[in-house]
């Protein structure tokens, strides 16, 4: 059936240490994914995307990889900072058009100073 | 830029009543998406809206419905309460579809008793 999982529910870190974030996913159907974050008493906020003509985007302190052979998809943050402190989901479109977008279960990562 | 606007941001009901979520998206987005983010199921899509017309649904009941206006500003309604509807609905916008790149508002927080 169609998931989108994350490996580890937390993470922890030191600041200025680079946060690998993972995510696998089950249906190879999927061409689009994205990245958000949520911070406590907020809704999630888009980080980044990657479509799967790609492998690897790269966006401010913010790096996407994706494997589609093993359907592997990780999210990199370099110098990871006290406010990166948040719950990361990782996201897919199950191959459907427009804004139907299938979550997976979210990663804490906290950032210790 | 005002971001999108959720209200009422919580509220209690009891079984069996209903209630109205309300969404103004970020001006001049017409897509409009809501999602229900649970602990034990994460988020999960409930529908989207583009041009008044809902373009996909979740897997969701019936008793769960929405509608958008000229205006792009959307409402759900969820009828005959359960204590399972509890959770955080959240309001997401877009200026297309076919876009990961969703903008949140902060959410509904609803409380089944």
């Known amino acids: 059936g169609e998931s989108v999982g994350l490996h580890l529910p937390t993470l922890s870190v030191q600041e200025g240490d680079n946060s690998i974030i993972n995510c696998a996913y089950s249906?190879?159907?999927?061409?689009?994914f994205i990245w958000y974050k949520q911070e406590s008493g907020k809704g999630p906020q888009f980080i980044i995307d990657i479509r799967s003509n790609m492998d690897k985007r790269q966006g401010q302190r913010v790096t996407v990889l994706l494997n589609k052979t093993v359907k592997h998809l990780s999210l990199q943050i370099a110098a990871t900072q006290p406010g990166d402190s948040a719950v990361y989901f990782c996201a897919e479109n199950g191959n459907q058009a427009g804004t139907a977008l299938i979550f997976g279960k979210g990663t804490t990562l906290s950032v210790s100073s | 830029k005002a971001g999108v606007t959720q209200t009422p941001r919580y509220l209690i009901k009891t079984r069996g009543q209903q209630v109205t979520l309300s969404c103004s998206p970020i001006?001049?987005?017409?897509?409009v998406s809501w999602y229900q983010q649970t602990p034990g199921q994460g988020l999960q899509f409930l529908f989207e809206y583009f041009s008044e017309t809902q373009r996909n649904k979740g897997n969701f009941p019936g008793r769960f419905s929405g509608r958008q206006f000229s205006n792009s500003r959307s409402e759900m309604n969820v009828s005959t309460l359960e204590l399972g509807d509890s959770a955080l609905y959240l309001c997401?916008?877009?200026?297309?579809?076919?876009?990961?790149?969703?903008?949140f508002g902060e959410g509904s927080r609803l409380t089944v008793l």
């Open positions: 001006s001049g987005h017409r897509s």
């Open positions: 997401a916008s877009s200026f297309q579809r076919n876009t990961g790149e969703l903008f």
């Open positions: 249906n190879s159907a999927s061409d689009y």
